[in-house]
């Protein structure tokens, strides 16, 4: 499974619910990614999106602990083995977990790949993703040139799980 952010250079992901910052080419990059897959994200997250509606083109599976809650034109599980089981049903690479934080945090373990985009800026934040570069689990295997939005510089970066010799 993937997973798919924009951090910044502390890992901050968000600030009073809603993006650190709009950059286009982010936004296109994370269309090109996702289109035609299966997004995973919370009802929080859910709720940032225009008119709180699904992203189109894609299968969107909201993760919300309210077990009333119903989203058309989306998938709504309320916990992780209720998760699990729906995504079973496709391929896993495939499947970009796509937040907020908490999401990230715990789905993390179920993937294998992680598409940042590393914005090297310090913004005031609330919400945050795991830190890849400190964790031995994970590497940098691509890397974008130096992206540039006006006075913002990013990188795409893509991590991997390290497959160690003895470790399942």
């Known amino acids: 499974m993937n997973m798919i952010v924009a951090a910044d250079r502390n890992w901050a992901i968000g600030n009073r619910g809603d993006l650190l910052v709009r950059i ?13 897959k299966v997004v995973v994200l919370g009802r929080k997250t859910m709720d940032t999106f225009p008119g709180k509606r699904p992203l189109i083109n894609r299968t969107n599976v909201v993760l ?17 083995e209720e998760l699990k089981k729906e995504l079973e049903k496709y391929d896993s690479r495939d499947v970009y977990i796509i937040g907020g934080s908490s999401v990230y945090q715990q789905l993390l373990s179920w993937c ?12 005031e934040a609330d ?8 964790d031995p689990d994970w590497e940098i295997t691509a890397r974008s040139e130096e992206q540039s939005y006006f006075d913002l510089t990013y990188y795409f970066l893509k991590y991997e799980r390290v497959i160690r010799p003895g470790r399942c």
């Open 64 to 80: 919300s602990r309210q077990p009333d809650y119903a989203q058309k034109d989306a998938i709504v599980v309320h916990d992780l």
């Open 112 to 123: 294998d790949t992680v598409h940042v985009t590393r914005i090297d800026h310090a913004y």
């Open 127 to 134: 919400a945050y993703f795991p830190d890849l570069d400190r």
């Open 24 to 36: 286009p080419a982010d936004h296109k990059m994370f269309r090109t990614e996702t289109t035609g």
